[in-house]
């Protein structure tokens, strides 16, 4: 299982992402979050195959389709760390941590 912990920044709505797969394909997520879009989003995804997410382009990607018709907030970096954990609960790429850092002049 990977579990991701997310602070998606000045919004302050903080999201854990829980992911598991017994096959390589099929991933099960969990979700759990303060924002009640993001909540909706988790729960109309439940187990989506990995391939379908981690390979398609943003306009097909079941993911982003989704994220679209529960939140309109495009910078929102959720969407992309769910993607994150289901390529590293299916075993396509490993876990690493990611990061936006702003530089203040």
Same mark, same amino acid.
């Given at each position: 299982m990977v @579990?991701?912990? /997310?602070? +998606?920044? &000045?919004?302050? /709505?903080k999201t854990r992402i829980e992911a598991s797969s017994e096959d390589? @394909? /099929?991933v099960r997520l969990? &979700?759990? %979050?303060? $924002? +009640?879009? &993001?909540?909706?989003l988790g729960e109309s995804l439940g187990e989506v195959?990995?391939?379908q997410v981690c390979f398609a382009g943003f306009r097909e990607s079941p993911v982003y389709r989704a994220a679209g018709e529960h939140f *309109?907030?495009?910078? $929102?970096? #959720? +969407? %992309?760390? &769910?993607i994150k954990a289901v390529e590293a609960a299916a075993g396509l790429a490993l876990p *690493?941590? #990611? @990061?936006?850092?702003f530089e203040h002049n």
């Amino acid at each position: 299982m990977v @579990r991701l912990e /997310l602070d +998606p920044g &000045i919004c302050g /709505l903080k999201t854990r992402i829980e992911a598991s797969s017994e096959d390589g @394909r /099929l991933v099960r997520l969990g &979700i759990e %979050s303060q $924002c +009640p879009s &993001i909540q909706a989003l988790g729960e109309s995804l439940g187990e989506v195959d990995a391939y379908q997410v981690c390979f398609a382009g943003f306009r097909e990607s079941p993911v982003y389709r989704a994220a679209g018709e529960h939140f *309109k907030h495009a910078a $929102c970096p #959720v +969407p %992309s760390a &769910i993607i994150k954990a289901v390529e590293a609960a299916a075993g396509l790429a490993l876990p *690493k941590d #990611v @990061r936006f850092t702003f530089e203040h002049n």
